[in-house]
């Protein structure tokens, strides 16, 4: 059994990379992800411009997959995947049974028909292959700041345009589904659930919408030069108060008990 390797300082990695609210949910997932074994050969679902991946892992994966082909650009630059693949979740160029880990963070809530997903991952996974994917649950929308501001003071019909908008224009999530429907999807496409972590607590969700207007300049450097931060080194130095100030969100997390954002591992099995 070949596992896969993690960095370390997950945290500053992210902040001198990308924006303070990608940042933050992205380190607790790294965080998670980090208590399970990744075995070779390894497919990120959904790679997208592999940050994710670079600021993880210590190695090199496998594959990665994504329908966007500017996205691998930016993937390929930072040379964290052995081979990168231009396509969707349900069509994958590869054989049956090839893979021993597939992972997905934050993509599968974003595709419209989930089936057809789950099916091909149960395909091109090996026996006893474990799939962990990371998706929102039916809280996360309603925990972001505005949603609960405008909720509290009685403008419900606000409150849920302001939802909406965010699905729409910043998130374009096609599912909010809670633990037990996630499961029951993965269930139904022959994979057994070994686990289940929810996490992304009310005050992350609160912090992450609140940042969301500071990202705005990142989204400018990333379409101008393909990347969120364009002096990274800089940026670890002026963001170092907030690491100091952070660094402890992962052991905060363990104390609360509402959470917008789950972590499932499941197993392939037998198709139903």
């Not at 990608?22 to 980090?34: G, P, S």
């Not at 070779?40 to 966007?68: S, W």
């Not at 994917?133 to 403008?155: A, K, Q």
């Amino acid at each position: 059994m070949i596992l896969m390797k993690f960095k370390k300082d997950i945290l500053l990695r992210y902040l001198s990379l990308a924006p303070l609210a990608l940042a933050f949910e992205r380190y607790l997932e790294c965080q998670i992800f980090m208590e399970k074994s990744f075995e070779h050969p390894v497919l990120d679902l959904g790679c997208g411009d592999g940050l994710f991946a670079y600021v993880l892992f210590d190695e090199k994966i496998d594959t990665g997959i994504d329908p966007n082909s500017n996205e691998l650009r930016r993937a390929a630059n930072l040379g964290i995947y052995c081979e990168l693949i231009e396509c969707t979740g349900d069509k994958i160029p590869k054989p049956d049974s090839i893979y021993k880990t597939v992972f997905s963070n934050s993509v599968i809530e974003h595709i419209s028909n989930l089936d057809p997903v789950f099916l091909e991952i149960h395909r091109i996974l090996k026996p006893e292959g474990r799939f962990y994917f990371s998706v929102p649950t039916e809280n996360f929308d309603h925990y972001t700041w505005g949603n609960r501001i405008l909720s509290s003071f009685g403008f419900r019909h606000m409150a849920l345009k302001y939802r909406e908008f965010c699905n729409k224009k910043i998130w374009h999530h096609s599912h909010y589904l809670s633990p037990s429907q996630w499961k029951s999807i993965a269930e139904k496409n022959g994979f057994d659930i070994v686990e289940s972590r929810l996490y992304d607590s009310k005050k992350i969700c609160f912090l992450n919408n609140f940042f969301y207007p500071f990202g705005l300049l990142g989204r400018v450097n990333k379409f101008l030069v393909n990347r969120w931060i364009i002096f990274p080194r800089i940026r670890q130095v002026l963001i170092y108060p907030f690491f100091l100030i952070f660094r402890n969100l992962y052991e905060e997390e363990k104390t609360q008990d509402h959470f917008g954002l789950v972590l499932i591992v499941a197993e392939k099995g037998d198709v139903k």
